[in-house]
């Protein structure tokens, strides 16, 4: 079964991972991040919140008494626009996100092996990270929509770890797609034999 879906994912991603399709998922992903950043700021201004502490989602590790403080400073006004407009909005950052990194990591693997286990997992690490990004995004507006002390202290230990996961795939996503294209690079200019 899992076997199928697979041969699916991969069939599809090598039918579409062109380079007018990998353009199209930067200019994409590009396009909601600065969107989510504008709108969040247009809105936090608009509330009067200028004052205020980087979000959670985007810290890479924070303690249950750090995310109290960082959603305290938003004050009620910013944390409804983070609850109805940010993270809304983040939500279709997620699969923009999976879809740019699966399509860059197959693309340039296919490049360097056809072992399906290898494209496979060039498809599913970033679902992995897409995941943990979703998981984050709810467990924090749990924290804000029903923002307390108690509240915060006993979701953010979790939400913390699905913003480390979140980072390492990140990480590792990147590091793939450096190594790669520094094999393809080297093999390159190898001379032939």
């Known amino acids: 079964m899992h076997m199928k879906i697979m041969n699916k994912l991969i069939s599809f991603y090598t039918r579409i991972a062109t380079g007018r ?19 969040t700021l247009h809105y936090l ?13 985007s810290r890479y590790s924070y ?19 983070l609850a109805k407009i940010t993270y809304p909005i983040d939500f279709i950052l997620i699969p923009v996100y999976v879809f740019f ?23 599913i690490i970033p679902f992995i990270g897409g995941l943990s990004d979703l998981t984050e995004n709810v467990l924090i507006l749990l924290m804000i929509n029903n923002f307390s002390q108690a509240v915060v202290f006993d979701l953010a ?33 190898a001379p032939k034999k």
């Open 21 to 39: 399709n990998i353009l199209r998922s930067i200019f994409s992903l590009l396009l909601v991040y600065l969107c989510i950043n504008l709108l």
């Open 45 to 57: 201004k608009a509330a009067g919140i200028s004052d205020f502490q980087a979000a959670l989602d």
């Open 63 to 81: 303690s249950p008494a750090e995310a109290f403080a960082a959603l305290s400073s938003f004050q009620p006004a910013g944390r409804a626009v």
């Open 101 to 123: 990194f699966s399509l860059i990591l197959f693309s340039i693997f296919s490049h360097i092996t056809s072992i399906k286990a290898i494209l496979a997992g060039a498809i």
């Open 157 to 189: 230990p979790a939400a913390n770890f699905f913003t480390l996961i979140k980072w390492l795939v990140l990480v590792f996503n990147l590091m793939a797609i450096f190594s790669a294209l520094v094999y393809l690079l080297a093999s390159e200019k």
